[in-house]
């Protein structure tokens, strides 16, 4: 079996500022216990989520190897933010335009993600993205964290995605409930 690796883009004040994030340590963590590694990044304007994509698409010659793009980025529902700015799903979706075929792009729960169909759909088809998924509530108060970590142990060993989610549930009911994971495919 391939190893399936996750990129990780989180949004922070300041990209030059080296910190260990609560995100970093869980990445960390899941290398550990799970043996599943991570390309982590930090960026703080679009141009670096950008740069950060590019390097990753044509400089990384695992890049196949990427099944998850994992995205912590503050926002409101739908829309990330950074640097004060907001990007709407459409603007994300044509940054990644084609450049995400059979990858998951997945929202930690630092904003909501709440997808009609027809933005799901636009999204999947202009980036190539196998699914994208996240949380229908934000929260400070409890972070996704150990689901993200379950989610992406769970699509290690499983290629359907609607069995991920079912097994997630199994495993985690009350969180998923309590965060409501949304998966679009």
Do not use: W
Not at 45 to 61: F, K, Q, R, V, W
Not at 159 to 176: G, R, S
């Amino acid at each position: 079996m391939d190893d399936k690796f996750i990129f990780c883009l989180e949004a922070v004040p300041d990209a030059e500022i080296e910190v260990s994030t609560a995100v970093l340590l869980n990445l960390e963590q899941l290398a550990f216990e799970q043996g599943i590694d991570s390309i982590y990044k930090t960026c703080d304007t679009i141009e670096g989520l950008e740069e950060s994509l590019n390097a990753l698409l044509y400089e990384d010659h695992n890049f196949k190897n990427y099944e998850i793009i994992y995205l912590v980025m503050q926002g409101e529902k739908n829309n990330i933010c950074l640097n004060d700015y907001y990007y709407s799903i459409e603007e994300i979706a044509e940054l990644f335009e084609g450049r995400m075929k059979g990858k998951i792009l997945h929202f930690a729960n630092a904003k909501v993600l709440d997808l009609s169909e027809e933005e799901a759909q636009y999204f999947l088809d202009v980036t190539g993205a196998r699914a994208i998924s996240g949380y229908g509530v934000a929260s400070g108060h409890v972070s996704s964290s150990g689901l993200d970590k379950l989610f992406f142990t769970l699509c290690q060993e499983e290629d359907n995605v609607i069995e991920i989610v079912e097994e997630l549930h199994q495993k985690q009911y009350a969180l998923c409930k309590l965060l409501d994971f949304r998966l679009y495919y």
